[in-house]
């Protein structure tokens, strides 16, 4: 196995008094779907957001040990936290873009970036290029003036995928992206999943243990705030270690 | 003893209710008809655009109206960056409540100041302190000072409606605080925004007392010419009509007054279409 683009080191978060996540030692590989599952509250979404460093935002959170991405620590002082969310991009649990056109939300991460300057050639290339990169310049060519508010809820979120491209990110956190959408639109964002996967590192929170299943080439299991379990889906899924991990994925827990 | 029926208690105050609200909107519809009536026959174009003569008794009022758009640019001049300012501090940085708490205080009370408290303030400060003398400047920036809470209290709800999700998409994507808040915040609180300011200039049109030690002048028959000039107001003038002058026409009178109502209505108006024409397409 190729050296691990994110790795955690005794991590440990804490909101105020209330510890979130223990001692989770994690590595995510590089060019793989890697899947956190676990019951509701365990820290999932927490631990993605660390990934962004999201979680500063929240006042009084307070992290101790290491993150580290393509080896270096993203909590050192001095870490640039715009470039850090340039390389690691976040897609939502509901589907969020901006009321305004498509071809604006594609853009925007490029507006922010100052990337300015472009022709209006270029930028429509830009927005080509990573509408296609999810399947939807077909369908949305000649709607890239239309409200993306107004589109399927699928076709939102795979905007609001898109609109990360356009800074060049590494590695893609995905909380629960399907969770707002119907069966046959989950089944084709686990289809572009699997696209994405060539060119990017994913790491996605599921609370559907058939889509950790069906997707993912690594899976963790949280519980209570810590990795319980972490190891190849198909081990974990078929010869789990832990006893709650498996009281979890045969249904008994959670 | 007999109750009343149900069904008759419902009719009672069915009746109630509806006359409670006829009784406000009479008023109004009175008053508005009135000055119609008695006003319509003096606005004509020349009632409009040319200067007063015959010491306001006949010509048109052309410097008020005039004197009452630069007031009003004035004050919006001032008062929109300043209080939008304000509002954003608030509602995007500062975290301390007691800050907050204190200036939503501040607020509250600078709304509730009569309007000729506003006006003296303006004579002691701008006009007397800062020298500005009687002039466009003074009433202007007292003015402003009079919307400044409608602009901020109408701008924080606007900023605060922005659903939090923005914030963060934006800032997930790697913009500073300062291009999330231009960027994805702004640009969608800027209807709210808009509205606020628009009754702020519908209530600046209208006021006497904050411009009658500040700016107005009782009869200025020429346009102004700088910002340190004295200037004629319509609110001020129609004051100056009714009590000041005899034998004004009534003509004249309610037709200043009825050009006055119809820029404040307007506004009112203006206000209304945009937050309603924003609140169709708004989608989150
Ligand atoms: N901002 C916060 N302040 C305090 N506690 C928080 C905060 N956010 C989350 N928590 C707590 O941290 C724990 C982990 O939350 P987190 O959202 O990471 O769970 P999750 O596994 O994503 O749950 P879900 O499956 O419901 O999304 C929960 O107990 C939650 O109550
Ligand atoms: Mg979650």
Redesign the pocket.
């Known amino acids: 196995m190729a050296a691990p683009i994110l790795l955690t080191e005794s991590l440990n978060l804490f909101?105020?008094n209330?510890q979130?996540l223990k001692n989770v030692n994690l590595s995510v590989a590089g060019r793989r779907i890697t899947s956190i599952i676990?019951?509701?509250?365990?820290?999932?979404?927490?631990?993605?957001?660390v990934f962004n460093r999201m979680?500063d935002l929240?006042?009084?959170?307070r992290v101790t040990g290491r993150v580290l991405l393509d080896g270096e620590d993203i909590y050192a002082p001095g870490t640039d936290l715009l470039s850090l969310r340039k390389k690691v991009g976040m897609v939502f649990?509901r589907p969020n873009p901006f009321p305004i056109s498509v071809f604006e939300n594609i853009l925007f991460g490029l507006r922010v970036h100052q990337l300015a300057g472009k022709s209006k050639d270029r930028l429509r290339e830009i927005v080509k290029e990573s509408l296609e990169s999810v399947l939807l310049w077909e369908d949305l060519k000649d709607r890239l003036n239309g409200l993306a508010t107004n589109l399927s809820l699928e076709q939102q979120q795979r905007i609001c995928i898109a609109r990360l491209f356009v800074v060049r990110p590494e590695v893609l956190l995905m909380?629960?992206p399907c969770s707002a959408l119907d069966p046959l639109a989950t089944a084709r964002i686990e289809e572009l999943m699997q696209e994405l996967k060539k060119n990017y590192t994913i790491v996605i929170?599921t609370?559907n243990m058939q889509q950790a299943a069906r997707v993912s080439d690594d899976t963790g299991y949280?519980y209570l705030?810590e990795l319980v379990e972490f190891g190849a889906t198909q081990k974990i899924f078929t010869t789990p270690r832990d006893k709650r991990t498996e009281d979890y994925i045969t249904g008994r827990a959670g | 003893m007999r109750t009343l029926s149900p069904r008759l208690t419902q009719r009672i105050a069915f009746s109630i209710l509806f006359a409670a609200t006829l009784f406000v909107i009479l008023p109004v519809a009175f008053i508005i008809g009135v000055i119609l009536k008695n006003g319509l026959g003096a606005v004509n174009w020349e009632f409009l655009t040319a200067m007063p003569r015959a010491s306001m008794r006949e010509g048109g009022i052309l410097p008020a109206i005039v004197g009452t758009f630069c007031l009003v640019a004035g004050a919006v001049l001032f008062a929109l960056p300043l209080g939008l300012c304000a509002a954003i501090y608030l509602s995007e940085y500062s975290k301390d409540s007691r800050l907050n708490r204190a200036v939503r205080l501040a607020i509250v009370n600078l709304a509730g100041v009569p309007s000729v408290v506003f006006g003296l303030f303006g004579l002691a400060l701008f006009v007397g302190f800062f020298r500005f003398g009687a002039s466009i400047l003074a009433g202007s920036l007292t003015l402003g000072l009079m919307i400044l809470p409608v602009i901020i209290t109408s701008s924080r709800e606007a900023l605060d409606a922005v659903p939090g999700s923005f914030r963060e998409v934006s800032l997930s994507l790697g913009a500073t605080k300062l291009q999330t808040i231009k960027y994805a915040v702004l640009p969608h609180a800027l209807p709210g925004i808009l509205t606020g300011t628009i009754l702020g200039v519908g209530r600046a049109a209208g006021e006497t007392a904050p411009i009658l030690f500040t700016v107005a002048a009782f009869y200025l028959p020429r346009l102004p010419r700088s910002i340190f000039d004295q200037a004629m107001a319509l609110p001020y003038h129609l004051y100056v009509l009714s009590t000041q002058v005899p034998n004004v026409a009534p003509k004249i009178r309610y037709g200043t007054a009825l050009v006055l109502l119809a820029i404040v209505l307007l506004m009112n108006f203006l206000a209304i279409a945009i937050r309603s024409h924003f609140r169709a397409k708004k989608k989150w």
């Open positions: 909101y105020g209330f979130a676990g019951p509701s509250g365990c820290g999932k979404s927490t631990l993605l957001r979680n929240v006042e009084g959170a649990q909380d629960e929170v609370h949280m705030g």
